[in-house]
T-cell receptor
Framework: RKEVEQDPGPFNVPEGATVAFNCTYS??????FFWYRQDCRKEPKLLMS???SGNEDGRFTAQLNRASQYISLLIRDSKLSDSATYLC?????????????FGKGTSLLVTP | SQTIHQWPATLVQPVGSPLSLECTVE??????LYWYRQAAGRGLQLLFY??????ISSEVPQNLSASRPQDRQFILSSKKLLLSDSGFYLC??????????FGQGTRLTVV
């Protein structure tokens, strides 16, 4: 099982729609999780952090299911500007440090 | 506030030439520093990470090396570039086990 898996999409949705992405992870010891957003040819930017069962920020809701080892991201009332790639991120403890494991991302295209 | 600077933004280099990419962080002390690479159509791959000056760990064997000569400076190098080194190189920092923040990236094309 890959460490962080995401459905690559693309997800094509009309403006105003609700869309949800899932992400599964293999490291059951992970305590915190992140969703990043990456626009085309740009660096990833932090969208949300998830430290407990979930987090909500405006139209965005992240939920964590530790038993099933998956994280979801729900976007309500989609805007054209939400079009981007959404990266699921799971921290991993390394031999002498800590780093973030990124999924390959889920591509979202919101259309008029 | 913390900021991260990475340069250059784009780079075209011939095969066999050397490489040096620099990243600096401002507004924080003793950050964890990272170099990631994103190849076309692929996810982010961790190349190197550093928890302190002179401490470099490599995640994948490759044609690249990294150095951290100062607390907030991270350098990615190669003596001889390969075509397969082309990609989007991203420097990032974090404090302890928290989210990471990325520089604007360097798009490297080896020709």
């Amino acid at each position: 099982r890959k460490e962080v898996e995401q459905d690559p999409g693309p997800f094509n949705v009309p403006e105003g729609a609700t869309v949800a992405f899932n992400c599964t992870y293999s490291n059951s010891a992970s305590q915190s999780f992140f969703w990043y957003r990456q626009d085309c040819r740009k660096e990833p930017k932090l969208l949300m952090s998830v430290y407990s069962s979930g987090n909500e920020d405006g139209r965005f809701t992240a939920q964590l299911n530790r038993a099933s080892q998956y994280i979801s991201l729900l976007i309500r009332d989609s805007k054209l500007s939400d079009s981007a790639t959404y990266l699921c991120v799971v921290p991993v403890v390394l031999n002498s440090g800590y780093a973030l494991n990124f999924g390959k991302g889920t591509s979202l295209l919101v259309t008029p | 506030s913390q900021t991260i600077h990475q340069w250059p933004a784009t780079l075209v280099q011939p095969v066999g030439s050397p490489l040096s990419l620099e990243c600096t962080v401002e507004g924080t002390s003793n950050p964890n520093l990272y170099w990631y690479r994103q190849a076309a159509g692929r996810g982010l791959q961790l190349l190197f990470y550093s928890v302190g000056i002179g401490q470099i760990s490599s995640e994948v064997p490759q044609n690249l090396s990294a150095s951290r000569p100062q607390d907030r400076q991270f350098i990615l190098s190669s003596k001889k570039l390969l075509l397969s080194d082309s990609g989007f190189y991203l420097c990032a920092w974090s404090i302890m086990n928290t989210e990471a923040f990325f520089g604007q990236g360097t798009r490297l094309t080896v020709v």
